[in-house]
């Protein structure tokens, strides 16, 4: 396994889902940086199911413990190790799944690679709890960030069927709270509210795109070949349980288009050169080019559905049916917004420094 991402801004997450905790080892992070448990809390918040349409019924009050790294309120430079406890936990429906592995989940895979040793407790290590870890890890970066003048929201583009129109990023930067759903259009949400119940109400799921922009990048950021921008940031958005896809700007739009129609021109806004639109997103040879950063992230539907599906009985090898019950999100994508702009947030944050735009100490 490999739990950690990042050079210089290394996160590494830990814990399962009904062990006692998950959390987050952040090394790297600069010093002088304005971090209270507070700070860490208000995007936990926005991850937890608890008002989310379509959301697990597990109630986790998920209160960030900082553990070290802070003196004063300030990063110390030294690692800044966060936690949150399980607290409400029911393991009795996942023995099941050891012997009949769920479609959709890692549950064969994992008993493949760690010989049956592997926790299988509410899916483990594969679990969408430990993204807890990443929203902590997310929440530190984003403190560095915004300390020079870097700001990342994501919102919710689709869900199910339903796509909200599009929104530039100074919209999204307004509206993307405004409702539990993170969707800048307000009737979209609704359809999407209605979308989500109907998934539920047939024992069924469904999936979505995430949208994410980073605002106030100067160009020139990125480290090619391998880990340029474009590169890094996919891999940390795929390290995202459910995620099946990451495209930047027009994306797979581009590559249906003509030359002529998918280069962005350049342009001058006073001295500054800029882009006329935005269709490669803000990326270019895996460097930032000074337009704000694009991508967005695919989710699946939710693997752990009510509906009877067709699994393997694995003690003897024959066909078996599987109904699963348990807690489960019938839409895993609001709860994923937050969790895409902290994976967004930690890269750029590992970039900068990287780079020399972040500094080693916040004065
Ligand atoms: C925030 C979040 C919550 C999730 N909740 C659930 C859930 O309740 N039930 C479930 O089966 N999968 C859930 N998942 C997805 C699974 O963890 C994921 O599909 C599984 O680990 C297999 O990985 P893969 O889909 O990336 O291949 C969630 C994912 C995220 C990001």
């Known amino acids: 396994m490999s739990n950690s991402i990042g050079t210089l ?124 870890g990443f929203v902590m890890a997310g929440a530190v970066a984003r403190a560095v960030l915004d300390r020079i003048g870097v700001e990342i929201c994501a919102h919710t583009v689709a869900i199910g069927g339903v796509e909200a129109p599009p929104c530039d990023p100074d919209a999204i930067r307004l509206l993307n709270r405004q409702n539990s759903l993170s969707c800048c259009d307000e009737s979209s949400s609704a359809s999407m509210v209605a979308a989500i119940e109907d998934a539920r109400a047939r024992g069924d799921s469904i999936g979505g795109v995430v949208e994410c922009v980073v605002l106030g990048l100067p160009a020139g950021i990125g480290e090619p070949v391998f880990s340029g921008v474009d590169s890094e940031i996919a891999r940390a958005v795929f390290a995202i349980p459910a995620v099946k896809g990451v495209e930047f700007g027009a994306g797979f739009a581009l590559c249906r288009a003509r030359g002529s129609e998918a280069n962005d021109p350049y342009s001058l806004s006073g001295d500054t050169v800029v882009t006329a639109k935005n269709d490669s997103g803000g990326v270019l040879g895996g460097l930032t080019n000074g337009m704000p950063l694009v991508l967005r992230a695919g989710f699946k539907p939710t693997p752990s559905v009510r509906m009877a599906q067709q699994t393997v009985d694995l003690e003897t090898m024959t066909l078996a049916e599987l109904t699963i019950s348990g807690r489960h999100d019938a839409c895993i994508v609001p709860r994923a917004v937050v969790v895409v702009e902290a994976v967004v947030a930690s890269v750029i944050c590992d970039l900068g420094l990287r780079s020399g735009l972040v500094p080693r100490v916040m004065r």
Request: neutral net charge.
């Open 9 to 132: 801004f290394r996160v590494t997450s830990f814990g399962e889902s009904h062990g006692q905790c998950v959390g987050v080892v952040v090394d790297g992070c600069p010093a002088g940086v304005r971090l209270e448990a507070e700070i860490v809390q208000k995007d936990l918040d926005r991850r937890r199911a608890v008002d989310q349409v379509g959301a697990t019924l597990r109630r986790e009050p998920d209160l960030v413990r900082l553990l070290s790294g802070v003196h004063e309120g300030y990063t110390t430079g030294a690692p800044v190790c966060m936690v949150v406890d399980n607290t409400d936990t029911d393991s009795r429906a996942y023995q099941e799944f050891v012997r009949t592995p769920r479609p959709g989940h890692a549950d064969y895979p994992a008993r493949i690679k760690y010989g049956g040793y592997n926790d299988p407790r509410g899916g483990g290590r594969f679990s969408g709890r430990i993204t807890a």
